[in-house]
């Protein structure tokens, strides 16, 4: 089992910056690929960024790159979101993933622990 905590989210103006930040425990951190998603009032859950048990192989969505950056620090068991040039559309909840396996997965369904989530509004 692998508990995940968010934090860092909160009401930021258009143009702003965030970082947050998912501190893991119960298992060995470096063993589990992460993923960062988003959901919208209303909407399904989106795929936002996913990084490698290493950490030298991150993805991104289209909508996110140049803007947002994902990171990990396995020392501190902790995977981060850098978020910057922040847009009313980023506006959602924030969830951190983790997935034991070779591939790194960008679709929800194949992430097996999930955090509770951290919100993130952008005020036009």
């Known amino acids: 089992q692998v508990q995940l905590v968010e934090s860092g989210g909160g009401l930021v103006q258009a143009g702003g910056s965030l970082r947050l930040s998912c501190v893991a425990s119960?298992?060995?951190?470096?063993?589990?690929?992460m993923g960062w998603f988003r959901q919208a009032p209303g909407k399904e859950r989106e795929f936002v960024s996913a990084?490698?048990?290493?950490?030298?192989?991150?993805y991104s969505a289209d909508s996110v790159k140049g803007r947002f950056t994902i990171s990990r620090d396995n020392a501190k068991s902790t995977v981060y979101l850098e978020m910057n040039s922040l847009k009313p559309q980023d506006t959602a909840v924030y969830y951190c993933?983790?997935?034991?396996?070779?591939?790194?997965?960008?679709?929800?369904?194949?992430?097996?622990?999930w955090g509770q989530g951290t919100q993130v509004t952008v005020s036009s």
């Open positions: 119960g298992r060995t951190f470096s063993l589990y690929n």
């Open positions: 990084i490698s048990r290493s950490g030298y192989v991150t």
């Open positions: 993933a983790a997935r034991s396996s070779a591939v790194v997965f960008t679709t929800p369904n194949e992430y097996n622990y």
